[in-house]
């Protein structure tokens, strides 16, 4: 097995991947139509990347078959088009959610104290004790989450260490896990913007969150509040962010934003530059030495479960039992060679496609129950004709309710 890791990677899960017997190519400068060609050229079947796209053609006419991101995202990768060509998408969640949450702290800790414009005035020479000596403090405010994810929940033990009260909005979250874990629940982003001091935004980037944070959301935060995202530059409206802080007084640390550069050292230029009330850092919430060891750690189990296994740890787009389907078909039968083979020659010919199947052998294996989900209804005839097989005893048909 080839495997081409074209990001910056840990020398320990480099000598991870070596340890388990597959050809490993380390060429972590690939980017664009550079890689591209690299994929195509290797023929690997395994691709390792952190922040580098993966477009519709490095997957088409490869020999890909998964594509691991080495992190807890994966939005810089084409999913629609590796599963239109069967190609696994897996990321590696959860092993760097004590980075971005420490991160965060000293976001919200930097704005609360000046520190960035502490250390810059003193090296230009200037001493400001009076204008500085103005930070709000932490304990007893309110820290608004939004997201209760891993990253989520690390933020919750930190905010508490801090004496800060929590609150959070997630779409999964009830009341009673809510009271379970200490903290609050708001039923809105627009309540959780009007109950927090601070706000700190810890989602993953899809569909449902994609410019979830907007003007309604901004109005509705306390005037002089924090706000704190080192999640997804594209969660936020950012012109309404700039806006609330130009007429709220709303201050921001940002650890991901619009513009922001995608090479490791470049040039930025954008309205992030000299915005007043605004900390920006590089994004480096996931990279600190711990993190990407645990991510290394975690892309070598990844592989290895797949070289021994067949089976792909933490795959983002396999569909949802059912989710394709819309009816279960059971059969009942011998266990007996060709049985199977039958009844799928059946739905072929009936033009029907398999979304899912179990066969079940029951004790003695002399009997089994097939459990197969199809997308469509099957005729009496097809019925009639699985039916026909001397070793198949019953066959059952039914809508599958969603």
Request: hydrophobic content about 45%.
């Amino acid at each position: 097995m080839k495997v081409l890791v074209a990001d910056k990677f840990e020398k320990s899960g480099l000598e991870g991947l070596k340890g388990l017997g597959v050809e490993v190519f380390y060429e972590p400068d690939l980017k664009d139509d550079a890689l591209q060609t690299r994929i195509h050229e290797l023929g690997c079947e395994v691709l390792v990347v952190r922040s580098t796209k993966v477009t519709a053609p490095m997957i088409e006419g490869s020999r890909l078959s998964v594509i691991i991101r080495a992190g807890a995202g994966y939005n810089t990768i084409d999913v629609d088009a590796a599963s239109r060509f069967g190609v696994y998408v897996t990321n590696c969640p959860g092993k760097n959610s004590q980075a971005v949450a420490e991160l965060a702290f000293g976001l919200i800790l930097a704005l609360d104290r000046f520190i960035p414009d502490n250390v810059s005035q003193l090296r230009e020479g200037k001493w400001n004790k009076k204008g500085f000596s103005v930070a709000k403090g932490l304990h007893g405010r309110t820290l608004g989450l939004v997201g209760m994810g891993k990253i989520g929940q690390e933020m919750v033990q930190r905010a508490k260490a801090f004496g800060m009260h929590v609150v959070a909005f997630s779409r999964w979250m009830t009341a009673d896990t809510a009271a379970a874990m200490g903290i609050g629940r708001a039923s809105s982003l627009t309540e959780l913007a009007q109950l927090s001091d601070v706000v700190s935004v810890h989602v993953s980037l899809n569909a449902d969150t994609k410019g979830m944070l907007g003007a309604e959301f901004f109005n509705a935060m306390k005037p002089g509040a924090y706000f704190i995202n080192t999640s997804r530059a594209e969660v936020v409206d950012q012109a309404a962010m700039e806006q609330a802080v130009d007429a709220k007084g709303i201050r921001c640390g940002l650890d991901v934003f619009e513009g922001e550069p995608t090479v490791g050292e470049g040039e930025y230029e954008g309205s992030m530059k000299n915005k007043p009330g605004v900390y920006c850092t590089h994004h480096i919430g996931a990279s600190t030495e711990q993190a990407q060891e645990a991510v290394a750690s975690e892309v070598v189990r990844i592989v290895k479960e797949y070289l021994l296994n067949g089976t792909v740890p933490n795959v983002v787009n396999v569909a949802k039992a059912g989710e394709a389907a819309s009816h279960l078909c059971v059969v009942r039968h011998a266990d007996k060679v060709g049985v199977l083979a039958h009844v799928l020659s059946v739905l072929k010919d009936e033009g029907v496609n398999v979304q899912e199947m179990e066969n079940i052998v029951l004790g003695g294996a002399r009997a089994a129950i097939a459990q197969i989900s199809i997308d469509k209804d099957l005729s009496n005839e097809a019925t009639l004709q699985i039916k026909s097989s001397p070793n198949v005893f019953d066959v059952t048909v039914m809508a599958i309710t969603k």
